[in-house]
T-cell receptor, first 113, second 112 residues
Framework: ETGVTQSPTHLIKTRGQQVTLRCSSQSGHNTVSWYQQALGQGPQFIFQYYREEENGRGNFPPRFSGLQFPNYSSELNVNALELDDSALYLC????????????FGPGTRLLVL | QQPVQSPQAVILREGEDAVINCSSSKALYSVHWYRQKHGEAPVFLMILLKGGEQKGHEKISASFNEKKQQSSLYLTASQLSYSGTYFCGTEGIIQGAQKLVFGQGTRLTINP
């Protein structure tokens, strides 16, 4: 068991809508990274949160935003949804040290129609 | 720069061996290996740090050749439970954050 949980497990939205995905990090971990995984592809880094601050961002537009709370849980928000946003969204928690293992949650599968 | 994995897919019979390769055009400081079963989250297998060390977990082991900028995952006497997609992740630092850049994956199918 990794201890990382995500909600919801599945979500269906229409183009233009907004979505919020949630992640609870593993106990003792203060860093959460978010990834987007399209079908048949490897996970793509969206951004990372460390102690409530964004700490690195991948090649995703500003309509992808996030938050981290004092208990280190995190949210990923996506505005103005597009069809290409359909994917599995994974969060991974770690202790924040370099070369540290990241433990993934089960993911949220988002379908945009 | 995304690491390149080969082969893209492998089909084996139970008990056979497999090798999955991961190559990068950039200098590698660490390589992380994960296995993902269909519909599930990636599960951590092992991390290799620069220094060429080989690690093992049961009958799965890996090597890391920093000179060649590549890592290989070895699955010995494969079991049905080894089926899944294997990803290597190479570590990059972006704006101070440890970012894993994943390969496209290698789909491993083990048949009885």
């Amino acid at each position: 068991e990794t201890g990382v949980t995500q909600s919801p497990t599945h979500l269906i939205k229409t183009r233009g809508q907004q979505v919020t995905l949630r992640c609870s990090s593993q106990s003792g971990h203060n860093t959460v990274s978010w990834y987007q995984q399209a079908l048949g592809q490897g996970p793509q880094f969206i951004f990372q949160y460390y102690r409530e601050e964004e700490n690195g961002r991948g090649n995703f537009p500003p309509r992808f935003s996030g938050l981290q709370f004092p208990n280190y849980s995190s949210e990923l928000n996506v505005n103005a949804l597009e069809l290409d946003d359909s994917a599995l969204y994974l969060c991974a928690s770690s202790s924040g040290h370099k070369q540290e293992t990241q433990y993934f949650g089960p993911g949220t599968r988002l379908l945009v129609l | 720069q995304q690491p390149v994995q080969s082969p893209q897919a492998v089909i084996l019979r139970e008990g056979e061996d497999a090798v999955i390769n991961c190559s990068s055009s950039k200098a590698l400081y660490s390589v992380h290996w994960y296995r993902q079963k269909h519909g599930e989250a990636p599960v951590f297998l092992m991390i290799l740090l620069k220094g060429g060390e080989q690690k093992g977990h049961e009958k799965i082991s890996a090597s890391f050749n920093e000179k060649k900028q590549q890592s290989s995952l070895y699955l010995t006497a494969s079991q049905l439970s080894y089926s899944g997609t294997y990803f290597c992740g190479t570590e990059g630092i972006i704006q101070g954050a440890q970012k894993l850049v994943f390969g496209q994956g290698t789909r491993l199918t083990i048949n009885p």
